[in-house]
Structure formats: C-alpha cells, structure tokens
C-alpha cells in the first residue's frame, strides 16, 4: 500500500467505522462541535469487522485511515471500538511516524474508560461488543489502568452487528439475540451496574437493548463521552486545531454501494446527505 502526497494545508476531520456504526459518534460529535469540517468513511464492503483476525482488522482500518490522510485530514477518529482496539496502537506507534509524525489518530476506548470512575457505585461494570474488542481485553486493560478497584466483565456480541448492517435492528427477529446476550451478561456478574456499549454500532439497538436491561442499569452510550473527549483535545491542542477546517460541511463515503448507504444513513442521521464510493487498497 502506498500513501500519496499527503497536504499540509488544514483538512477535514476524519471519522471513520467499519459501517455504520460510526456515525452515532459522528451525530454526537457534530452536535458539540459543529463548525468543523468532516469526511466520514464507512467500510460497508468488508464490514463486520468484529469477527476477523487481529492482522485484517489492523490493514483494513491502516487503509482507511492512508484514504483520510490523502483526503486532508490531519486528524481522524477511529469511530468503531473494534479498529480502536486492534489498530489503533500499531498506526499510532509504528506507522504515524513514518507516514507524517504531524497528523493525528484517536480512538474510542479511552474515553469511554475514563468516564466509568464517576457512573458506577457497585463497581462492577459490564462491556456489551464485538469478539474482537471483547478478546483484545481493551476495556479491561484502560479501565484496570485508570480504577484498578473496578471489576469488568465482557460479553461478545456476533450477531448485533449484522443485524443493524442489514436494518433489522428495529424488527421482531432482534429481540431473541438482544435478550441471550444481556442475560449471559448478568448471569456472569450480578453486581454489574453500569454496562458499556463497546460498539459504535449498538446505540441503533438502544430501544431493544432498554427493554431486556434491567431497570437500575446504567446503559453507557458513548457518543458524548467520545465527543466532549474530542472537545476537549482541540481544546489542548491548538495546534491541531489550527490544522483543521471549519465550514460546518460533512462528506459520506462508502466502499458499498451509495444508494444503499444513503438510505441506511439517513434513517440513523434523520438528515439528508450526500455520499460517494471509495476504494480502500
Ligand atoms: N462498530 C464497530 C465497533 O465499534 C465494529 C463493528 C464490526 O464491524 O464488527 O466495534
């Protein structure tokens, strides 16, 4: 793979997920900060990434992050716990060195962890997410670093992916598969009292995952944890803020096919929107 010229000039920001699971960070993201730029990529060709190898997860998302890089962004969020879990540290520690030290790649995990100290009392908390983030042990290990006191406990999820991939996240046939994951959930700690959604793509099932959690369980969206985060880095950072523009626009790409994502996408973002394909090689 190669990268080609690469801009100095400020760019959008890049948001980028396997599908379209992202684009709830994306939402929550362009409610706080809205004046910039953004340029969001959905990998609906190859998505779940949930279910593939450590070595696939971090070429594909390498690929995408090279694409937002030649598109202009000096800063991409990696909107998808999978990617951030398997790829994020490599791109961050190997590859962003050689490929331009200056730009930046940020993920989800982080900030997710560090907002679970103030929400949970019984310090017990759950993880919701895919195969993937759920073996990579990421939660385990950013929130053991930041509340060592804190007992965390996973649960993967395979089919809830697929399941808002192909629009069946609101249909009957999803209650089944929201309901088993839950339960084993509780069933393996039932002092839990806050449960994450490591997965940028669950918050489309929130209504059905509401239905089969108990009452006094925390449901952790992590949306605005992930947006205030983003806040407050460019807050920290102006230099980086500096590198990116700020003309309130939005552009959708998709390695699928463009009507399907422009219709999916648009019951998600409940806004019109203007999508393009993109190849990721
Ligand atoms: N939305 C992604 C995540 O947050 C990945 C889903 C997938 O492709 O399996 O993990």
Redesign the pocket.
């Known amino acids: 793979m190669s990268v080609h010229y690469l801009s100095d000039s400020p760019g959008p920001i890049g948001v980028f997920?396997?599908?379209y699971?992202?684009l709830t960070i994306l939402d929550c993201i362009r409610k706080v900060l809205p004046q910039y730029d953004y340029i969001y990529i959905g990998d609906n060709a190859r998505?779940?990434?949930?279910?593939r190898s450590f070595e696939v997860v971090y070429e594909f998302t390498l690929q995408a992050v090279n694409k937002l890089f030649e598109m202009g962004c000096q800063l991409v969020i990696l909107a998808?716990?999978?990617?951030s879990a398997k790829a994020l540290r490599s791109i961050q520690q190997k590859d962003l060195p050689y490929i331009d030290p200056r730009r930046r790649v940020l993920g989800?995990i982080r900030p997710t962890a560090e907002c679970i100290g103030q929400l949970t009392k019984s310090r017990h908390v759950g993880v919701l997410?895919?195969a993937?983030?759920i073996k990579s042990e990421s939660y385990v290990l950013e929130i053991g670093k930041l509340y060592p006191d804190i007992h965390v406990v996973g649960e993967a999820c395979p089919l809830w992916?697929p399941l808002v991939e192909n629009n069946e996240f609101d249909k009957p046939g999803a209650d089944y598969f929201v309901k088993q994951h839950i339960d084993n959930l509780l069933k393996k700690d039932p002092q839990i009292d806050s449960v994450i959604l490591?997965?940028?793509?669950y918050p489309l099932l929130i209504k059905k995952i509401r239905q089969y959690m108990p009452g006094h369980i925390n449901i952790i969206s992590q949306g605005d944890y992930v947006a205030s985060s983003l806040k407050d880095y460019l807050h920290r950072h102006p230099e980086m803020d500096e590198r990116c523009l700020k003309h309130g626009t939005c552009a959708f790409y998709t390695t699928e096919s463009v009507d399907k994502f422009k219709e999916s996408a648009s019951i998600f973002l409940r806004w019109p929107i203007e999508v393009s394909k993109v190849v990721l090689e």
């Open positions: 997920d396997s599908g699971g992202g998505t779940p990434y949930g279910t998808c716990n999978t990617a989800v997410a895919t993937g983030t992916v490591g997965c940028t793509h």
